[in-house]
């Protein structure tokens, strides 16, 4: 479950609290005097069989003898008691209950899932401080205060934190629309919140405190889904690396949990901040700063030595100051005196009467290349705070979203600072503070522009499935974990990445000799052993070999040493290649890894045989597109070598890019795969190179697209037909087919575009194109008709509630080719894939006046009746769904 019922939860009409008590040591004395003292208007009710009445109200001894349902019980009974109220609130009706009872054991808790499941009855808990919803004065937790109303809910799986996160934001006049405590999140958990929160009126953004995250996939879906709606920032305690475990892999030793997290956040478009005091920076930055499209920061400060410790804070976050132009600097010249700086930042010198901060203002917002603007001022006896701060708060306001400000000082400074806070004006108390705020913005708009992104068509080649499957049964039928150099080579090749070929010999010198006779110029001999993974740190490498007989004292001298160094490794053989020259080539890694979290991960970064000591690499989460994977690259310091530098020419990067493509299709098609290295990856202007690679193969299937924390592109549900006599496609669409769209959407008359959207059609934004293409196939689908010049023809999709229960449809053709059945193939597609994935109605809205679609699901024996909310223009059709077995499956 995750959204039903979540509005008894968070919206009650009607509460009770069981185990209230009058005992001043009891957790119920507090939650029946918080929830009697925040000001709920609907029915409140203490339930506890020794008492008759409690704080002047009737004390109840039982469910059966309440005199009304409550939407919401709190329980804080014994832990033995718990399953069985659970079970009588749900006979009589309730459908939420908040469980602040701790010490449940696993039984314990089994039984309480197992007693609400049948009655849809949401639980949140157990061993919770509760939750509180200011706007309908509801305080139903044991918080030491009451919390103002406010417009950020705050969701925190500590409890102890959510207190003192109340005490703090009271103290700064923050206000919630809703706090929850999840303690152990039995039932309901981050991504029901998500889900509910991102619809919810009085949200304006989403502040989460996680410690851990125990159902990934729907997590993610979740996240990603109100991320596109409203902020959602995040602190994530444990960035710590003791939770690391030891790996064979590179891969597996760089890629830590805490690295995993931090791309799972910015895939979702979610901001992560460091700490507690950041999360609330964040949040009153974003309500009162809009990001300018410039990136870079100027400064305009009445001190000098402000504008050094914004310099320097700037530079240690790695914000530009923007430079000032000729147009600029002519105006700044004009109002300010001759010793000011010229440059930023711009020190408008300690005497400045209002009128030059307001001129300078002026100046700054008339330049686009000032960008955004920090505001420092430091108190003088020239002019009075209050005087300079009523002066330019107006002007200000004017371009509301674009300064940012910081009065030092105190109680001079304070009325000024009111006077900003009251004009919306984000204010912070230390110039650091403020260019930290402007950062962390620069970090949401950067990973909401990531998940907003549309990317290019990948050129790779379909993979070899089937020689990749059987190279992989093969080693595990013959009991290896490790694939050797050559079989990771061919399996790589399988999928289309570049490898240098070689031949695998016997581990003897003359089969190695034997092999080299055949190939031209310098060689390199490897030895091939599942013992020896590292082979170069134990002498396993030799390179620039000439000749056969140069590569046959090689390979006895590596026979040599290892029988003295590792006289337990099991040889399988040599590896005999040419040696390739490509001197301007980068040495990158590229590996895959399986979290224990987030599942399958991929990395990328600095490679060669200091890859662990130069640690440069970054993480995302399968799947990848073009657009993913070169962001992925981007979030490295090597990136900036693959631009090109003394004289050598850039990388292709869209090489590198679909090589992390091929190894994120490699994860979702092989879920035995459980590590992978390719190091190094050779790059530079001529493409991608594999030179080595190591590959360990796991029975446990690790990988695969079961273990993916975000559903990939289903390509199972690509069909191939015979439409009107022409072949036509019909598939999921993919975040590459937004163009596409649009060229289909101008196709569309006006008044069809009406029938579809009930609105006046436009023309669609980058953003709501992007919503239509780059979806969730976790809990939506559209299948789009394609013609072989990869034209849409038309698109049906699907967006299932987050229950699975209902799915609400919608179908639009291309104009001219409606009527010839087109229409009835893309519903037939909905109906089997909503019967594949146990969804139990497909409904849809539909105008009265369309009556194609009213004749086409009349057809296909949909039920018909008047929308309750518009029975003059809008019919309301449904149609129950049968279960099939998936191509899922």
């Known amino acids: 479950m995750t959204q039903r019922h979540l509005d008894r939860l968070l919206r009650p009409s009607a509460v009770a609290v069981f185990g209230a008590s009058d005992k001043p040591e009891r957790v119920g004395t507090t939650v029946w005097r918080n929830l009697k003292a925040g000001g709920f208007a609907g029915p409140l009710a203490p339930v506890n069989p020794r008492l008759n009445t409690l704080d002047g109200e009737r004390c109840y001894p039982r469910v059966s003898a309440l005199p009304f349902t409550p939407d919401l019980a709190v329980l804080c009974t014994p832990p033995a008691t718990v399953a069985g109220l659970v079970a009588e609130l749900g006979a009589v009706g309730t459908r939420a209950a908040i469980v602040i009872t701790a010490g449940l054991t696993p039984a314990q808790k089994q039984s309480a899932l197992d007693a609400a499941r049948p009655h849809g009855l949401r639980l949140l808990g157990p061993n919770c401080i509760g939750l509180l919803s200011p706007h309908l004065g509801l305080n139903a937790s044991f918080t030491q205060a009451n919390a103002r109303p406010g417009s950020l809910a705050l969701v925190s799986q500590s409890g102890a934190l959510l207190t003192a996160l109340l005490d703090w934001a009271n103290g700064q006049g923050i206000g919630f629309s809703h706090l929850v405590s999840l303690g152990e999140h039995l039932d309901v958990d981050f991504g029901d919140l998500l889900d509910h929160l991102a619809l919810d009126p009085h949200t304006r953004a989403i502040l989460l405190y996680i410690e851990s995250i125990s159902s990934p996939r729907k997590f993610m879906s979740a996240a990603r889904a109100a991320a596109r709606v409203k902020p959602v920032i995040v602190v994530k305690a444990g960035r710590a690396a003791a939770g690391q475990r030891a790996a064979a892999s590179h891969t597996g030793a760089l890629a830590g ?23 609330f920076i964040a949040a009153q930055t974003l309500a009162r700063f809009r990001d300018p499209t410039s990136p870079a920061l100027t400064v305009m400060t009445n001190g000098g030595g402000a504008g050094v410790l914004v310099a320097d804070a700037a530079s240690s976050l790695g914000v530009p100051l923007a430079e000032p132009g000729p147009v600029l600097m002519q105006r700044l010249n004009a109002v300010l005196p001759a010793n000011w700086s010229r440059g930023n930042p711009i020190d408008i010198i300690g005497d400045a009467p209002p009128q030059r901060y307001v001129d300078t203002l002026q100046a700054l917002f008339d330049a686009p290349e000032a960008g955004a603007i920090l505001f420092a001022q430091a108190p003088t006896a020239i002019a009075s705070s209050i005087a300079i701060a009523q002066a330019c708060a107006p002007l200000i306001a004017a371009h509301p979203g674009r300064v940012l400000s910081c009065w030092l ?23 650091e503070e403020a260019v930290r705020a402007f950062s962390l913005m620069q970090t949401y708009r950067r990973n909401q522009v990531a998940l907003r992104e549309t990317p290019a068509a990948s050129t790779i080649a379909a993979p070899d499935r089937a020689a990749a499957r059987r190279l992989v049964d093969a080693a595990l039928a013959d009991g290896r974990e490790w694939l050797n150099e050559v079989e990771t080579k061919a399996l790589l090749s399988a999928y289309g990445i570049a490898v240098v070929p070689g031949a695998q010999v016997p581990a003897t010198p003359d ?76 040495e990158l890694i590229v590996g895959a890894h399986v979290d224990p979290i987030f599942g399958p991960v991929l990395l990328f970064g600095h490679g060669g045989v200091a890859v662990e000591v130069l640690a440069d690499r970054a993480v995302a989460l399968p799947p990848l597109n073009r657009a993913l994977a ?29 090589v992390l493509i091929a190894v994120a299709r490699m994860l979702a098609d092989l879920p035995e795969l459980a590590e992978l290295d390719i190091n190094p990856l050779w790059a530079d202007a001529q493409g991608a190179l594999a030179l080595d690679g190591r590959i360990r193969l796991s029975p446990a299937k690790p990988a695969g697209v079961a273990h993916f924390a975000i559903r990939p592109y289903p390509d199972e549900w690509e069909s191939r037909l015979a439409w009107q006599g022409q072949p036509l496609l019909l598939r999921p669409i993919r975040p590459e087919d937004e163009a596409a769209h649009q060229v289909f959407l101008d196709a569309v008359t006006p008044d069809d575009l009406r029938l579809r959207f009930f609105q006046a059609p436009h023309r669609l934004s980058h953003d709501e194109l992007a919503r239509l293409t780059q979806i969730d196939y976790e809990r939506e689908m559209a299948f789009i008709a394609v013609d072989a010049a990869q034209q849409t023809l038309g698109v049906a999709r699907l967006v299932r509630d987050p229950d699975n229960t209902e799915a609400e449809f919608a179908v639009l053709v291309r104009s001219d080719l409606q009527g010839r059945g087109l229409g009835r ?7 089997d894939y909503a019967a594949a994935r146990g969804t139990q ?17 009349k057809a296909l024996g949909f039920e018909v009746r008047a929308d309750a909310h518009d029975p003059a223009h809008v019919v309301r059709v449904t149609r129950t769904v049968r279960p099939t077995l998936s191509p899922l499956d």
């Open 257 to 279: 949990e805490d690295i995993v997290i931090d791309a799972a956040i910015r895939r979702a478009g979610m901001l992560r901040v460091d700490t507690l005091k950041e999360l």
């Open 409 to 431: 000082g105190g109680e001079t400074a304070a009325p000024a600072r009111q006077a900003f806070e009251q004009a919306g004006i984000a204010g912070y108390d230390t110039p």
């Open 511 to 586: 089969a190695a000799a034997q092999a080299a006779s055949g190939m031209r110029g310098a060689l390199v001999l490897k030895i091939l052993s599942p013992d020896l993974l590292h082979k170069s740190d134990v002498g396993g490498v030799r390179l620039g070999l000439v000749g056969p007989e140069a590569v046959r004292q090689a390979a006895q001298q590596m026979l040599d040493s290892l029988a003295r160094s590792h006289p337990q490794a099991r040889l399988q053989g040599f590896s005999v290649q040419a040696l390739v020259q490509r001197p301007l080539a980068q």
């Open 630 to 658: 070169r962001d992925l690259i981007d979030r490295t310091r090597v990136r900036r070598l693959l631009a090109g530098f003394r004289g050598r020419p850039p990388v292709d990067l869209d090489a590198i890019a679909d």
């Open 825 to 831: 193939l893309l519903m037939q597609r909905l109906l």
């Open 841 to 857: 109605r497909i409904v849809g809205d539909v105008l009265r006046e369309n009556h194609g679609m009213l004749g086409l699901v």
